[in-house]
């Protein structure tokens, strides 16, 4: 008895310890919690053995993984098939937050090693919210698309309003005729080939995307897409994911799309002439892949896109549902591809010995940057009809525009915003980071109140939004010329609160943009009045405003009277002795 007692006594010690100590009743209710706790979490869980058999797996686990209802005991080999899910579950791919595809499902995958070898897996459902991410990229590609257009829209209608005011009537004639024609050829290819209509839309706004960067996107001569092929949703987020990634990989270059449906199977292509994967990368790109090639993971997916990583040529064969497709890289891009389709004047060489003016100099040089090459040549004529300011280069991209900076430095820069490469904002920044401190007046379409912030921030002295006429930039050019007049002179010079106002407001637009002149007035008379009173920076009177423009002094009396009227200049008095008293005008100072 006494050993049977002495055996007990141990037996009881050893399960305490084997137990933590808990009590014989409480482990009944901690096992009711655990069974709870299990089933009604809405994450899944399996455990593993040693062995790599399924111990548990809760009720949310079994369903996301479409496990059988007698896998309990089983290898995870046996109940999945082989491929990246399995690979995650039974260790052989290692990581935290691992994502993984089970049939049209997204998880995230967490995998946990306990003390005797086996392992706790959790698992979420990212599905959801993949389908919302889906959706964001979805609406932002369409913007993008949209913006594009109106962007090349504001182009055409400026380019042909500068030649019209240039007087070249013949040049407007056949720019108008070219884009018609050409227009109308894009759509009629694009129609004849593609006759979904969810797929051709997107193809005519990728391809204003495309014109936007410098890059020529085409459609092969091979490639026919009937109507209703497949669903319309994944593919045109299949598509379009795919060209999205093909641009991002291009500054300049060529996109070619191939489509061909073969019975129920659908084969997209696009190809571009970046410089490819590295040879070192080839083998990873595969990695958000199953086995059998199915739906792409979050692992895998290049800027938040879900489609192949760029700078490579894709296929995807549908089988006429979303979610089974196979893809896999066509070895066909080469690098060094041809160069963008569009004509390109470049930056002429310039001497860097050439004399430049120096500050508050009577010649203002000027670097005309703009992506359309025509828009780029309105704009140097433009600035050749003012007085005083002299053209010394065009540039039609970012790279150019730096480059240009670099080898001739310029007084005033006007900057588009949509460069191919980078937009004007950022070459701004690069100019600054760089010590290059000339000026900038931003001309571009882009009207969006966060890159007007962003260009006041970054210290743009002006903003005009296409399309604009001569008259437009001409009171801005004033403005500047007189800011720089203002600017004349030593550096260490002090001044005074009412310098500063003058020379704060110079670059502010006195008059409202709707603002019309009465008939028998003209703008440039008008610019040429204000400017002999900016540069006088005192009252004057008609007779002392005649002898300074050239003008007679009736003349300069009707302009100060209806500038006067128009509030945009200040009148004042000034008496003397006897008779009336003088009339004096000077522009409104503003702080």
């Known amino acids: 008895m006494a050993a049977g007692t002495l055996a007990t ?141 109106d962007h090349e829209h504001a182009n055409r209608l400026h380019t042909l309003l500068g030649l019209l005011e240039l007087g070249r009537h013949e040049q407007a004639a056949r720019f108008i005729s070219e884009q018609s024609q050409s227009h ?38 091979g490639s026919h897409l009937p109507d209703a092929a497949v669903d319309p949703r994944a593919l045109v987020t299949v598509l379009g994911n795919l060209v999205d990634n093909a641009l991002d990989a291009l500054t300049g270059g060529t996109v070619e799309i191939t489509l061909r449906a073969s019975g129920t199977a659908l084969l997209i292509e696009v190809a571009d002439s970046g410089p490819g994967i590295p040879a070192e990368l080839r083998e990873q790109i595969f990695e958000g892949l199953d086995q059998q090639g199915r739906t792409r993971t979050p692992s895998a997916r290049p800027r938040a896109r879900h489609g192949p990583p760029p700078g490579r040529a894709w296929r995807r064969t549908g089988r006429g549902r979303p979610g089974t497709a196979r893809w896999r890289p066509v070895h066909r891009a080469a690098a060094g591809g041809p160069a963008p389709d569009r004509p390109s004047r470049g930056v002429p060489a310039h001497d860097p010995r050439t004399s430049r003016s120096a500050r508050g100099g009577t010649v203002i040089d000027v670097l005309v940057v703009d992506d359309d090459f025509r828009v780029a040549e309105v704009h140097a004529a433009y600035v050749a009809k003012f007085p005083g300011f002299r053209v010394t280069g065009r540039a039609h991209s970012a790279a150019e525009a730096l480059a240009a900076l670099e080898r001739r430095p310029v007084d005033l820069v006007l900057l588009d915003h949509h460069l191919p490469g980078e937009d004007g904002l950022a070459l701004v920044r690069r100019m600054r980071a760089g010590g290059i401190g000339c000026d900038v007046m931003m001309v571009t379409a882009a009207r969006d109140v966060s890159t007007v912030h962003a260009a006041m921030q ?134």
Do not use: W
């Open 9 to 149: 006594l141990v037996l009881a010690r050893r399960l305490k310890r084997r137990t933590h100590n808990i009590a014989v009743a409480d482990i009944s209710a901690l096992l009711v919690e655990r069974e709870a706790m299990l089933h009604g979490i809405r994450e899944g869980m399996v455990a593993l053995d040693l062995h790599g058999r399924i111990r548990l797996a809760n009720d949310e686990a079994i369903r996301l993984l479409a496990l059988p209802e007698d896998c309990t005991g089983r290898p995870i080999d046996e109940v999945l098939r082989p491929g990246r899910l399995a690979d995650v579950l039974t260790g052989r791919t290692e990581g935290a937050d691992l994502p993984a595809v089970r049939d049209d499902r997204v998880l995230v995958v967490n995998r946990m090693a306990t003390a005797d070898g086996g392992a706790v897996v959790t698992l979420r459902d990212r599905t959801e919210l993949e389908f919302l991410v889906r959706e964001l990229d979805t609406t932002r590609s369409l913007t993008e698309a949209l913006r594009a257009q």
């Open 184 to 221: 109308a050829a894009v759509a009629a290819r694009i129609a004849e080939q593609v006759q979904d209509p969810h797929v051709a839309a997107l193809l005519a706004g990728k391809a204003a995307v495309a014109a936007e960067r410098g890059v020529r996107l085409a459609v092969s001569p």
């Open 458 to 591: 970054h210290g743009a002295l002006q903003y005009l939004v296409k399309p604009f006429t001569f008259g437009g930039l001409r009171e801005k050019l004033v403005a500047y010329a007189e800011l720089r007049h203002a600017l004349a002179g030593p550096a260490a010079r002090e001044t005074c609160q009412d310098e500063v106002d003058r020379m704060f407001a110079t670059m502010r637009s006195a008059a409202p943009p709707t603002a019309t002149l009465p008939k028998g007035h003209s703008a440039p008379t008008t610019d040429l009045v204000l400017a002999v009173l900016r540069q006088a920076g005192r009252p004057l009177s008609a007779q002392e405003v005649a002898d300074r423009s050239g003008l007679s002094r009736s003349t300069a009396q009707r302009y100060l009277k209806q500038l006067e009227r128009d509030s945009r200049l200040r009148l004042s008095l000034r008496y003397g002795d006897t008779g009336r008293p003088e009339h004096r005008y000077l522009p409104p100072t503003r702080a």
